[in-house]
């Protein structure tokens, strides 16, 4: 590793100590991941963005912290925070086991059972939060099926649609859906959600455990985390799901909600990167009509 110097300095005055080396790493579609090397020992990574609205930060460590806070998966430890970057504690990337999968499975739930104190962000006062690089609301509703109506779906279809990366019938057919909700979603206590679980997000870690990194943490339904793992892919998902559960039972029907529950990232999809997002989300919502 080699030592870039605008990123050594602002690490090393929030942290304390020396930085050794540095090295950037790959991804990341929102900020820049810079690998630490500090005199301590200590290996750390810092996110940066060019242009952070905010909070952005803030946010994110936030809700690491706020899962972190609670027995079930692991988060990386957040060493340092402020308005221009993020310092987590390093975790050694390893293999997707199966053993793994089923410890992941088993972890998720218990996160999710330690529950939120209402459908929306938990913070006091409330503030919103971010899901990449878009502001994503956080103001509580009384039931899960507002809350993923108003905060979670519309605001996306229609910057979808303002972006040009949804269609008029698209949109029709998404809308159609939003006056049924009440009726398809089940009713669960509000669960402490990852937000943003899709497999990028799923770091398989050198000691064989799951941890789970760049959160947009809320108090939702339990299946959304779920239906995002299988919205790209996941090593091992029928492990990790079997295994969630076993340990916390799912309500009936479930997996025929999968779709219903994927509406929400296919949208912040269509939104920032269109393609055929916009399609995939009216199609979706096409099953429920």
Request: proline share 8%; net charge negative.
């Amino acid at each position: 590793m080699t030592r870039q110097p605008l990123v050594a300095r602002h690490a090393e005055r929030l942290l304390g100590a020396a930085v050794v080396a540095t090295a950037p790493l790959p991804g990341g579609d929102t900020s820049t991941a810079t690998r630490l090397r500090l005199s301590d020992g200590t290996t750390a990574v810092v996110k940066t963005h060019t242009r952070p609205p905010a909070g952005f930060f803030a946010a994110e460590a936030a809700g690491l912290r706020w899962l972190a806070s609670a027995p079930g998966v692991g988060v990386p430890e957040v060493l340092a925070v402020d308005d221009e970057c993020l310092v987590l504690r390093w975790v050694e990337p390893g293999r997707a086991t199966p053993e793994a999968a089923d410890a992941f499975g088993a972890a998720l739930a218990a996160t999710h059972a330690a529950g939120a104190p209402a459908y929306g962000g938990w913070t006091d006062p409330v503030s919103d939060a971010w899901i990449a690089s878009l502001p994503m609301p956080q103001r509580p509703c009384d039931s899960w099926a507002e809350f993923y109506a108003v905060r979670r779906v519309l605001p996306y279809l229609k910057l979808a649609r303002d972006r040009g990366a949804v269609t008029a019938p698209q949109a029709a057919t998404v809308e159609a859906v939003i006056g049924r909700l009440t009726a398809l979603l089940p009713v669960e206590p509000p669960a402490r959600l990852h937000g943003d679980l899709w497999n990028g997000n799923v770091l398989w870690g050198l000691d064989d455990r799951v941890w789970l990194v760049d959160p947009a943490a809320y108090g939702g339904h339990r299946e959304v985390d779920l239906a995002m793992l299988a919205l790209f892919g996941l090593p091992h998902l029928p492990r990790v799901l079997a295994a969630y559960d076993e340990a916390a039972p799912l309500a009936d029907g479930w997996e025929d909600r999968v779709a219903l529950h994927q509406l929400f990232p296919l949208l912040v999809h269509a939104a920032l990167f269109g393609g055929g997002y916009g399609a995939r989300a009216a199609d979706a919502a096409s099953r429920y009509a």
